[in-house]
């Protein structure tokens, strides 16, 4: 299908009754891909999501010598880090730029790393500064673009860091700290460290690869040195994904299933069962998948989303649809994500009419009457993923730059227009 800049988002004219199978876990998939390539030999990461990020996550390995076959929906990954100099683009993956350099350490040669124009905005400044306080190389920077020049080894040991700002801090020296000579021993001193599922998600996923961690104390997380099995990984669908989906059988007041809704998760998006229920709908959680059902209006809610800040958007966008005032809470770390996104969301929610009020971290939103025009999404997909939910709601909803969705799911657009258009 023809792709507009801007793209008119589809009205639900009638309530939905829709089952949708949902592509792969982003979060998943990149970080097996960084696990395989560590591993003591060949794996599998089956199901992979096939993004922009994760392709960029895959040809950022290959440019450390380590083979990705991603010619198949089961990715082959062969381990085999090279000591040749390489350039890798992180284009707007966070996991690129903040789970690959520690990588790049062990490779024997200059690794050079940019990104597009936004992602030199994101931080990494606490990642590269814990780096070098692990034995590694790195130019005198903190931001993009920078270069790694490893040496084959890292020595690795305890360092102490602030990741208030990211869990992916944690989570990049965790996933390759087996592989460091003294393993690693990571105390975090700072404000609470948001999107905490996210780092529970690293840590199961090492110790299915044989990976000793201990994270018996607070803020502080210790990885063994040793060996990371090869082991095929299955990847969940993502859940953050369902948001959309989820939320328009709340504005359209229908049923939407989501299949494959793992019983146990560490993701993220597994809060959206517990947020559309505080909105006045109904989930089911059965052997079919993920079942929202919603009959009546939504109401608003006073939530902290601190561990969940990826859902904000999307709940933003429910929010300033609801018929009572909502308070979102905790996030003013979604300020360094693809763009500002409290300042975005206040902004864009506010051209369409919406009341709503930006504090340093979080939202207040009360009923306004919503008008149609043109939501810019500062190439964010979190943020279109807003767009279109009140789009399904509301006339004449403008997506600028709707294509920005490609990040974790590709045919986006198509995908959400075929639904009205076969289901109305």
Excluded at 28 to 43: K, V
Excluded at 56 to 73: F, K, W
Excluded at 299 to 306: E, F, K, R, V, Y
Aim: with cysteine; charged share 20%.
């Amino acid at each position: 299908m023809t792709i507009l800049d801007p793209w008119p988002a589809p009205r639900a004219q009638r309530p939905v009754d829709l089952t949708v199978s949902l592509p792969g876990s982003k979060s998943l998939t990149n970080r097996a891909l960084i696990l395989a390539a560590l591993a003591d030999g060949p794996s599998q990461v089956r199901r992979a999501l096939r993004s922009r990020d994760t392709l960029l996550m895959a040809q950022a390995l290959r440019s450390l010598g380590v083979e990705v076959d991603t010619s198949g929906d089961d990715w082959q990954v062969t381990p085999s880090l090279t000591g040749a100099a390489a350039e890798v683009d992180c284009g707007l993956a966070g996991t690129v730029m903040r789970f690959v350099p520690p990588v790049a350490g062990l490779v024997d040669g200059a690794v050079a790393f940019d990104g597009d124009e936004h992602m030199r905005n994101r931080p990494i400044g606490v990642m590269l500064q814990a780096l070098r306080q692990l034995g590694v190389a790195i130019t005198d920077t903190d931001r993009l673009p920078f270069t790694v020049t490893g040496t084959g080894a890292v020595r690795g040991g305890q360092v102490v860091i602030d990741a208030s700002a990211s869990s992916q801090f944690v989570s990049a020296l965790l996933l390759v700290g087996a592989r460091y000579t003294e393993g690693v021993d990571i105390i975090h001193d700072g404000k609470p460290v948001p999107s905490q599922p996210h780092i529970e998600m690293t840590i199961a996923m090492l110790r299915t690869h044989g990976v000793e961690v201990d994270d018996s104390e607070p803020n502080r997380w210790r990885v063994a040195p040793g060996t990371i099995k090869a082991v095929d990984e299955q990847i969940e669908p993502d859940l953050s994904n369902a948001a959309p989906f989820l939320a328009l059988a709340a504005t359209s007041r229908g049923s939407v299933t989501v299949r494959d809704w793992p019983q146990h998760t560490t993701q993220a998006g597994d809060a959206l069962r517990g947020i559309l229920t505080q909105m006045g709908c109904t989930a089911t959680l059965s052997s079919a998948g993920l079942t929202v059902t919603c009959d009546g209006p939504l109401q608003g809610i006073d939530i902290d989303l601190h561990d969940v800040g990826e859902l904000a958007p999307a709940v933003a966008a429910l929010c300033a649809l609801a018929e009572t005032p909502s308070h979102l809470r905790g996030i003013e770390h979604i300020r360094g994500h693809e763009t500002d996104r409290l300042t975005a969301l206040a902004t864009e929610l506010g051209r369409l009419g919406a009341d709503v009020t930006e504090h340093r971290d979080g939202l207040s939103l009360r009923p306004a009457p919503l008008h149609g025009g043109t939501f810019a999404t500062y190439a964010d997909h979190r943020m279109a993923h807003a767009a279109v939910i009140l789009g399904s709601a509301v006339d004449d909803i403008l997506v600028e730059n709707v294509t920005t969705t490609s990040k974790t799911f590709p045919d986006f657009p198509g995908f959400w227009a075929e639904l009205f258009e076969t289901r109305g």
